[in-house]
């Protein structure tokens, strides 16, 4: 009992300064996991070998530099030219870029595809004589949403994948029922609908736009290939396998040797490259696998699933309101990778105990967390990345500012994807 009172006070001490100091939770994970092992609630050889999911690194890892190659080649920013000059208006060729954001989102890292597209917006908006800053918000919202959609979106779908035992192709068919591919689908639908009556007010006349030169297709060969692997992976293992991990990591170090070998770019470059992938995830995702293990470990997480199966008792519509409104509130003010990490055997637990399948209340879950953090600038890190580059265009946006696209983007995304989600899985 005592241990279980240890392991709560780290756990809760270590989410304070990630709320308070957001810029150190790296530190604070880190911190709170060596100490966990260090007072033996879990071994250094539990930890490396049994609570920490390689496989789920590895995929991130190899995701992160095949969508640094993706960018590179400029194939996405052709792409988008493309459907700019072939758009009969700017109003559409606003919400086709949303679109195109979302598409690339779902199989590319949200902050690698607002940095991708917010030049070909800041174009558009600057032809067109317009103020960039909703549209950019509008990338980071849209880009937010379908990160959710597949397995290499975002680290919540991979964490998701990870515990339910989802491969790639559980994430569009599950038993037999459409699954949280496009539940987000129909979220993205509502969504497009709120962008078109928030831009039609920007007339019909037609952009020209001068289109980007492909430098290379070979990362859109690479993404294809690793789209591909995954989904004949999921035929053979259930969940986040080695083999997946094994395969998109060795894709992105393909990558790697194609662009430093073939592409003759410098060593200085490659390093480059490599040192500005999203490190601090990874490293904030070790210390959380330890931390989440170890609350597992002492029996917190069934006890918070017992108080919570309390508060809901047998009122199924009541839990699944429960879910999705606590979860996008909190994330749209802290980090979603932990609270999903420790939410999703809470989350199935209380579906098991009210004789429920476990998607409708983890889909919840996973619907609740991401989307909330499109509510304010801060929710998520493409966000923050956007408010970074309205600064440099000399944009100041306000809290206030961001909400006005942020919160009724928010509620009218959940609401459409919360109702399909109980109208199937319920």
């Known amino acids: 009992m005592i241990m279980k009172w240890f ?6 001490i270590m989410y304070g300064v990630i709320i308070a100091f957001p810029q150190k939770k790296v530190w604070a994970s880190l911190g709170a996991a060596l100490l966990l092992v260090i007072l033996g609630v ?5 930890a490396i070998g049994t609570l920490i999911n390689w496989n789920v690194l590895m995929i991130y890892i190899g995701s992160l530099v095949i969508a640094e190659l993706f960018i590179y080649s400029r194939v996405p920013s052709r792409i988008a030219d493309t459907i700019v000059d072939r758009s009969p208006n700017v109003g559409i060729a606003m919400v086709a870029l949303l679109i195109m954001t979302g598409i690339i989102s779902a199989f590319v890292e949200n902050v690698a595809t607002v940095l991708v597209m917010a030049p070909i ?6 032809k067109t004589k317009t103020n960039p800053t909703y549209f950019l918000v509008g990338l980071a919202v849209m880009s937010n949403l379908q990160g959710t959609a597949t397995l290499v979106g975002d680290p919540p779908s991979m964490l998701f994948a990870s515990f339910a035992r989802y491969g790639f192709n559980d994430f569009f068919f599950y038993q037999g029922k459409p699954s949280i591919f496009f539940v987000v689908q129909v979220g993205m639908i509502a969504g497009c609908f709120f962008f078109y009556y928030f831009f039609s007010k920007h007339g019909s006349a037609k952009v020209e736009i001068e289109k980007e030169n492909v430098l290379s297709w070979t990362p859109t060969v690479l993404l294809i290939l690793m789209i591909v692997g995954l989904a004949i992976s999921s035929f053979f293992h259930a969940g986040v396998s080695l083999t997946a991990g094994l395969l998109v990591m060795g894709l992105g ?3 790697l040797l194609w662009f430093r070998y073939r592409k003759h770019e410098t060593r200085e470059r490659t390093v480059t490259l490599i040192k500005n992938l999203d490190w601090e995830t990874i490293l904030f995702l070790i210390g959380i696998f330890v931390i989440v293990g170890a609350i597992a470990e002492v029996g917190l997480l069934e006890d918070f699933a017992a108080y919570l199966s309390r508060v809901i008792g047998s009122n199924v519509l009541l839990g699944f309101i429960v879910i999705i409104g606590v979860s996008v509130v909190f994330s749209g003010f802290i980090d979603n990778v ?3 990490i420790v939410m999703l055997p809470v989350a199935a637990k209380i579906a098991s105990d009210m004789g429920l399948v476990p998607e409708l209340y983890m889909f919840a879950l996973l619907i ?3 989307l909330g953090g499109n509510i304010t600038p801060f929710g998520a890190s493409c966000n923050v990345v956007t408010v970074g580059i309205l600064k440099k265009e000399g944009i100041k946006l306000s809290f206030g500012g961001w909400l006005k696209i942020g919160l009724p ?3 009218i995304t959940t609401l459409a994807s919360a109702l399909f989600l109980w109208a199937v899985w319920r």
Request: aromatic share 6%.
């Open 338 to 340: 932990p609270y999903i």
């Open 42 to 46: 879990v071994t250094p050889l539990q």
């Open 253 to 255: 170090i393909l990558g």
């Open 409 to 411: 983007f928010t509620i």
């Open 368 to 370: 609740g967390s991401c």
């Open 7 to 12: 392991v709560l006070a780290i756990a809760v």
């Open 121 to 126: 917006a800041l174009a558009l908006s600057n």
